[in-house]
């Protein structure tokens, strides 16, 4: 393959693409499948002014918010599930220092329709009785032209970059989104389809020949992909389907950084401020993360 037609970068070249003040759309869903290399990268880069746009979000904002490297939330839902509230996040909207623009969670991934349909909203006949519209007044009240219904206009989620964490694809771009796939998935999908600014950071790297193999499941082709970074683990602590589970020991060590700034700072030292992705595996310890690899069923 000619190198030139190669996108494939590192993670500091990729995040340095992105600036500050930038919208920008995280795939995966909730705490699963997350670009969380790439965010632990943004935040090596002192990133500042961030605003993320999704429909549920969790580890990946409550670190953006600890280092008050994001200024507005556009989501459904900012949480870590079992393991609680994203207090580093809380703590910061309680202080007046991270606005939030709440949407029902389908309706957030309409946001996202709408910008893959080069709308600039989309239209929604009903909000399930929420009283969203008093807080939030970006939605407008509208009578459809053709049933004289009330509807509702959902702008469109306009984020100017997307990044992503795929299991694998090829320099060119070309990302495979395994046939048997789930939720985080298809949201990388849509997310992708977006945005003209996409990033994909993904657990290997593989030769074309591969994806000409597996073509029926390339569902982000290379035009829609600006970089590529290989980043194995590049979603841990959160799991990525079909390669690694969820890191339960990591997700306490963080949680429990809410309660005391020294102990937040020891965990950006080791975790964050480190040269890049292959320290912070060092830091995790290859013991660990073999504990965490998905064998699938051997039954």
């Known amino acids: 393959m000619s190198k030139s037609r190669s996108k494939l970068v590192s993670a500091a070249q990729a995040a340095a693409s992105v600036p500050d003040g930038a ?3 995280f795939g995966g869903f909730a705490v699963y499948q997350k670009p969380m290399g790439f965010v632990r990268e943004l935040v ?5 002014g961030l605003t993320v746009i999704g429909s549920a979000q969790s580890y990946e904002v409550d670190l953006l918010a600890a280092v008050g490297a994001v200024d507005a939330v556009e989501t459904s839902y900012v949480g870590l599930e079992a393991f609680g509230m994203a207090r580093h996040f809380r703590r910061a909207v309680e202080a007046g220092r991270l606005k939030v623009v ?3 969670e389908m309706v957030s991934w309409d946001r996202f329709r709408a910008n893959q349909e080069a709308l600039p909203f989309w239209p929604v006949p009903f909000l399930g ?3 969203i519209l008093t807080t939030n007044s970006a939605i407008k009240k509208f009578d459809c032209p053709l049933t004289g219904r009330i509807m509702y206009a959902v702008p469109a989620a306009n984020p100017d970059v997307v990044v992503i964490h795929a299991l ?7 990302v495979v989104t395994p046939a048997k796939h789930l939720l ?3 949201n990388d999908v849509l997310l992708a389809r977006s945005c003209d600014r996409v990033i994909v950071t993904a657990e290997k790297i593989v030769d074309n020949a591969f994806i000409r193999r597996h073509a029926d499941q390339v569902q982000i082709p ?9 980043m194995p683990w590049g979603a841990h602590p959160t799991p990525a389907l079909g390669a690694y589970h969820a890191d339960r020991d990591a997700y306490a060590a963080w949680v429990a950084t809410a309660a005391d700034e020294a102990a937040l700072q020891l965990w950006l030292d080791r975790h964050v401020r480190v040269a890049g992705n292959d320290d912070y595996l060092d830091a995790v310890g290859g013991a ?7 064998l699938g069923d051997l039954t």
Not at 168 to 174: L, S, T, V
């Open 102 to 104: 709440d949407y029902p």
């Open 44 to 48: 090596r880069q002192k990133k500042k």
């Open 168 to 174: 694998a694809c090829d320099e060119r771009g070309n």
């Open 129 to 131: 009785g929420l009283d």
């Open 222 to 230: 290379s035009y829609r992909v600006e970089a590529v970074v290989e």
């Open 288 to 294: 660990r993360l073999a504990r965490l690899i998905d």
């Open 184 to 186: 985080p998935q298809a």
């Open 23 to 25: 919208r920008i759309g």
